[in-house]
């Protein structure tokens, strides 16, 4: 069964520090990874798309990596800022007879404090 | 840029009503989508279109229907509504299905069923 399991489920950081959230995956045959930020009450937003082939996406404060024999991704965040404080979720697709599906983690939910 | 816009943004229906929720979507996108999302779970693929005229069941479709007799608009139907499908509703575009085309969502529809 394709699975995508994020941890950790919540994560309190002081204002200013870094982070860094994992995923995991078994979605096989892999076609790429994404990641969303979702705020409170707001439709998730992209951040960054990952195909097989690419290790490192960055995007602004973001950086994502994904190591595809392992099956792993994480998305550190530097320098965090009040802003940053949402739900982060990690997207997987595979193929599936020619069509594209996704597999949505449940997420990390982020608490930056002042 | 409006994007993708979902109307209405709340409602609170009686176990056994009807309604539609509207989704439409300014960016020419051909393909959009309907996701639920409850706690502690992934969003779930509950219909999605691959263009005007065009519509095909994802993980979760029972007890819904929809149409897309527009490019720009898809519309989810509930013809009984069931406590069980108390839950936030995402609408989502994308240019194609394929790879690096992020999908692009609505800040949802909040729905209750007494």
């Known amino acids: 069964k394709n699975q995508v399991e994020q941890s950790p489920q919540s994560l309190i950081i002081l204002e200013g520090k870094n982070c860094t959230l994992q995923c995991n995956y078994t979605v096989s045959p892999f076609s790429n990874l994404r990641w969303y930020k979702q705020d409170t009450g707001r439709g998730p937003v992209s951040l960054t798309i990952m195909t097989f082939s690419e290790n490192t996406k960055s995007n602004g404060r973001y950086t994502a990596t994904l190591d595809a024999d392992t099956k792993q991704s994480s998305l550190h965040i530097t320098a965090s800022q009040l802003s940053d404080s949402a739900s982060y979720i990690c997207?997987?697709?595979?193929?599936?007879?020619?069509?594209?599906?996704?597999?949505f983690g449940t997420g990390t939910r982020l608490t930056i404090i002042p | 840029n409006a994007g993708v816009t979902q109307t209405p943004k709340f409602r609170v229906l009686k176990t056994g009503q009807s309604m539609t929720l509207l989704c439409a979507q300014d960016m020419n996108h051909e393909y959009m989508y309907w996701y639920r999302q409850d706690p502690g779970m992934g969003l779930r693929l509950i219909h999605y279109s691959v263009g005007e005229g065009t519509t095909a069941k994802g993980e979760v479709p029972d007890g819904y229907n929809v149409s897309r007799l527009k490019k720009q608009n898809f519309l989810l139907g509930l013809e009984s509504a069931a406590p069980s499908q108390t839950s936030v509703y995402f609408c989502?575009?994308?240019?194609?299905?394929?790879?690096?085309?992020?999908?692009?969502f609505g800040d949802g529809t909040r729905l209750s069923i007494l």
């Open positions: 989502a575009s994308s240019r194609t299905v394929f790879s690096n085309q992020p999908q692009h």
């Open positions: 997207v997987v697709s595979f193929s599936n007879f020619g069509n594209e599906k996704l597999t």
